[in-house]
């Protein structure tokens, strides 16, 4: 099936009680049992779960997956795939993540004796170098929070098969309607869900979808024995989301591309990181591995006060975290997403202190482009 059929009817059918053709809230934290032993299949509400059961199967499509397994958040799926490996492994890492991801690893994982090497997945030669005897997982962000980098997928997944490495990609800023890496031999996708695929502003969740049976039946266990799953209404909210996913990120898509050229013409900025863009130096990649850009663009205005006079001024974007909504967000990397990261690490990587990071919405461009226009006059 095509993206938008999928993204409407798989893994839901009409009520078998009632017809209703939206899937129910399965709003119950335990089922009644015919006798001992014997029972529909569902026995508590942490374990089983219908709404979410269609959820993760409805998102296991878009991604091209089997298995699906939600999560409360994305960081208690990122958690949950720790799950995978035990005190004394060794896990790579794209040193341009989520400030929440370098967080959980550095400041939470390490005090169970895991090991982690940050590198610049970008290019490959980076991840084959770090590969030690215990390395067990190499987990890729593409392209990377706030910055925009893109690691070659099908290059990086060859290398941990040869090397006999779980991969695993965050998947957020792309969502399954631009990016799917299991197609490209990758293992797991995780998704923020909370993000573009709920794209409401309105939920916490997170998921993880592999092909591998072996993977997916370790982290069922993980999400029932942890319990970080979500609540029935998340899901259905969710579910919601997903049937206009595909018009969203084309809208993303497009505001994006016409921000980008803005903000290069007029030339109000130091320095734009969007691989949309010709001089990005993984457009190619982009084109390769993606279709399309997403809705996501860094910029640096080369000055602190003038980000700041831009981040205060602004009235169509909201200056807050998080990211992915139909409304367009504003914030401020180092200091909000990425505060736990070192000021030295931060400043290698290039997120200044007048790094700006847009989420750009599905409003009328031409009010996005005034806005700022505007804030900074």
């Not at 939600?70 to 004394?88: D, I, N, R």
């Not at 962000?141 to 779980?166: H, Q, R, V, W, Y």
């Not at 695993?168 to 799917?180: A, E, G």
């Not at 993303?252 to 980008?260: G, M, V």
Request: glycine letters at 8%.
């Amino acid at each position: 099936m095509g993206f938008s059929t999928d993204a409407i009817h798989a893994g839901q059918r009409p009520d078998p009680v009632t017809g209703a053709v939206i899937t129910p809230i399965y709003q119950t934290s335990t089922y009644a049992q015919e006798e001992l032993g014997k029972h529909k299949g569902f026995e508590y509400g942490r374990t089983h779960n219908l709404t979410r059961q269609s959820l993760e199967a409805n998102i296991a499509a878009l991604e091209k997956g089997k298995y699906g397994i939600a999560f409360s958040s994305g960081l208690a799926a990122t958690h949950a795939l720790m799950g995978l490996v035990k005190a004394g492994d060794h896990i790579i890492v794209s040193n341009n993540v989520y400030g929440g991801t370098y967080r959980l690893f550095e400041l939470i994982m390490r005090d169970y004796s895991l090991e982690f090497s940050w590198v610049d997945t970008s290019d490959l030669k980076n991840i084959e170098n770090a590969v030690r005897k215990n390395t067990k997982l190499v987990y890729l962000e593409t392209p990377t929070n706030p910055m925009l980098n893109l690691t070659d997928l099908k290059g990086a997944s060859e290398i941990c098969k040869k090397n006999n490495l779980i991969s695993i990609v965050d998947n957020t800023f792309m969502s399954p309607y631009f990016q799917n890496p299991l197609t490209l031999g990758c293992d797991i996708v995780l998704h923020s869900s909370t993000k573009y695929i709920n794209g409401h502003s309105d939920v916490i969740g997170g998921i993880v979808i592999t092909d591998n049976e072996k993977i997916h039946e370790r982290l069922r266990y993980i999400q029932n024995a942890i319990g970080a799953v979500p609540s029935p209404f998340d899901c259905w909210l969710v579910l919601r989301s997903t049937k206009t996913l595909a018009v969203r990120m084309e809208r993303h898509n497009k505001n994006a591309i016409e921000l980008a050229n803005f903000l290069v013409n007029s030339k109000i900025a130091k320095k734009i990181y969007y691989p949309g863009l010709p001089d990005h130096p993984k457009h190619e990649l982009a084109k390769k591995q993606m279709r399309g850009f997403g809705g996501m663009i860094s910029a640096d205005f080369g000055e602190v006060d003038k980000a700041k006079t831009l981040l205060k001024n602004v009235r169509i974007f909201t200056l807050g975290e998080s990211l992915g909504g139909v409304e367009s967000l504003i914030s401020h990397p180092a200091s909000m997403t990425h505060a736990s990261v070192p000021k030295e690490e931060r400043e290698e990587m290039g997120i200044t202190d007048s790094l700006v990071r847009f989420s750009v919405g599905i409003e009328d461009i031409e009010d996005l482009i005034s806005d700022i226009q505007n804030a900074l006059t």
